[in-house]
């Protein structure tokens, strides 16, 4: 399972970004897929997620409104657009999938990870 992040880079305040995530060895229809960050110095937290199904998704508070994520089920990617962009963004962004079903898409564990890819906000 290879799970492929790409999208990040250095953008101004208020600017917008789409992060991508190539997903190999396993289908985003079958898994729930999700994007977590972290910033320098703190724990990695939970950004996004939608359910295998694709009817469920969740977002954190801070980021909702601004981001949106989907999913291209023949490219077997995972995208989340973000707009509105703040400093407080700034973080290496990870992508997530998870087996089997749980009720919960921010809680839940998340079975193979992704290499990060930085996005930093500039003020």
């Known amino acids: 399972v290879q799970l492929q992040a790409s999208g990040g880079g250095l953008v101004q305040f208020g600017g917008s970004l789409r992060l991508s995530c190539i997903a190999s060895g396993l289908t985003v229809t079958t898994h729930d897929m999700a994007w977590f960050r972290q910033a320098p110095g703190k724990e990695r937290e939970f950004v996004t997620g939608?359910?295998?199904?694709?009817?469920?998704?969740r977002y954190a508070e801070s980021v909702e409104g601004r981001f949106t994520i989907s999913r291209d089920n023949i490219k077997n990617t995972v995208y989340l657009q973000m707009i509105s962009l703040k400093p407080d963004d700034t973080a290496a962004y990870y992508c997530?999938?998870?087996?089997?079903?749980?009720?919960?898409?921010?809680?839940?564990?998340?079975?193979?990870w992704g290499q990060g890819t930085l996005v930093t906000v500039s003020s």
């Open positions: 997530a999938a998870g087996n089997g079903y749980y009720r919960n898409i921010d809680t839940r564990p998340y079975d193979y």
């Open positions: 939608i359910s295998w199904s694709g009817g469920r998704t």
